[in-house]
């Protein structure tokens, strides 16, 4: 039986220009003096109104890229891992990004659910143009697409009355010594280790941003992680258009993958904010298992999901008090905005 694709078979072109990328230079992180600007201002998402479809155009480097196309909207916006999506292939040419289908994956097809595309679906040509500052698409009919900058609810949220505020850019009081600040932007360097809170439930706020690595792939690419009490680590990598696993942004490695991979392109500021509850010990033992709740950007993506044990990488569960420990990986991810308030 044929099948039919709700999305575009073969080549998407973008125009090279959407966003002046100059207040990112300034944080020394778009490589080679400014090499990858092109690629980075590519690089985001995209909402196609007409159709309701959204994209993620991810950089690879050398002037590569992949595209993911989404069934109903972005992730958070309307589509769910039940539904289709879109996977790509592209390189940027004369200044335009040609690129090409790969395969579709329809989870309602069940074991059949991943379609790789023929060379004739391959041939068959989705076109867009830059208009002025708009971005057009022309396949059966003219669509504009929206470039869709990804900004949390939370951002910048200040500390409550009565929290505990870790860190505000003004000091390295609550950390151990090794801590480092960015001084040009007043965030935090990971690696580092925030000393003890109090022994008590609490809710975490913090907001983080990873470095652009377009040659990098995988655990290369932005890596450092949140660890929750020292022991549990919720992942930070660069994982903008990725399957969101459990070693992939916002996942806990081994234990759970993320609701939606709620990602956003690297060099811009995204939060977390976790509701934690600690392992509970009785004569020593463990006797009910640690517990989190985490938003990623303002959307869920764990809801109360059980802790059976550390995740590697630092401490070891116990019945102590315990702060955060920010794992470095020697690549630029930087933290700010840091507190923590405490349950009844």
Not at 153 to 160: E, M, N, R, S, V
Not at 196 to 217: G, R
Request: a negative charge.
């Amino acid at each position: 039986m044929k099948k039919s694709f709700g999305f575009a078979l073969a080549a998407i072109l973008f125009g090279a220009s959407f966003v002046n990328a100059q207040e990112f230079t300034s944080l020394k992180q778009i490589a080679d003096d400014g090499k990858y600007i092109d690629a980075y201002n590519i690089q985001g998402a995209y909402f196609e109104e007409a159709k309701n479809r959204g994209y993620h155009v991810i950089a690879r480097g050398a002037d590569k890229f992949d595209v993911v196309g989404y069934q109903d909207g972005l992730p958070g916006a309307g589509w769910d891992r039940s539904k289709a999506r879109f996977f790509g292939t592209g390189e940027l040419v004369d200044g335009k990004l040609v690129v090409t289908g790969q395969k579709m994956d329809i989870p309602k097809y069940g074991d059949d659910r991943e379609i790789i595309f023929t060379d004739e679906q391959k041939a068959t040509k989705l076109i867009g143009t830059m208009e002025g500052d708009k971005f057009f698409l022309d396949f059966r009919g003219k669509s504009e697409l929206q470039r869709v900058v990804l900004e949390s609810p939370t951002l910048g949220q200040k500390a409550p009355e009565g929290a505990f505020v870790v860190f505000d850019g003004t000091n390295l009081d609550n950390f151990e010594p090794g801590a480092k600040m960015n001084e040009e932007t007043k965030a935090l360097w990971s690696e580092a280790r925030v000393k003890p809170f109090e022994k008590k439930p609490y809710t975490l706020h913090i907001e983080f941003m990873t470095s652009f690595m377009p040659n990098a792939t995988g655990q290369a690419r932005g890596n450092s992680g949140v660890y929750i009490g020292e022991a549990y680590e919720c992942q930070v990598l660069d994982s903008f258009g990725l399957e969101g696993e459990n070693n992939e942004c916002g996942g806990f490695y081994q234990f759970a993958k993320p609701i939606v991979n709620m990602a956003g392109v690297p060099l811009t500021w995204q939060t977390y904010d976790i509701d934690y509850t600690p392992a509970k010990f009785e004569d020593g033992k463990k006797v009910a298992n640690a517990r989190v709740t985490v938003k990623h950007n303002g959307v869920l993506i764990h809801d109360d999901v059980e802790l059976p044990r550390n995740t590697p990488g630092c401490k070891g569960e116990a019945d102590e008090a315990r702060g955060l420990y920010l794992q470095g990986h020697g690549n630029k991810v930087q933290y700010r905005n840091i507190w923590v308030q405490y349950k009844d």
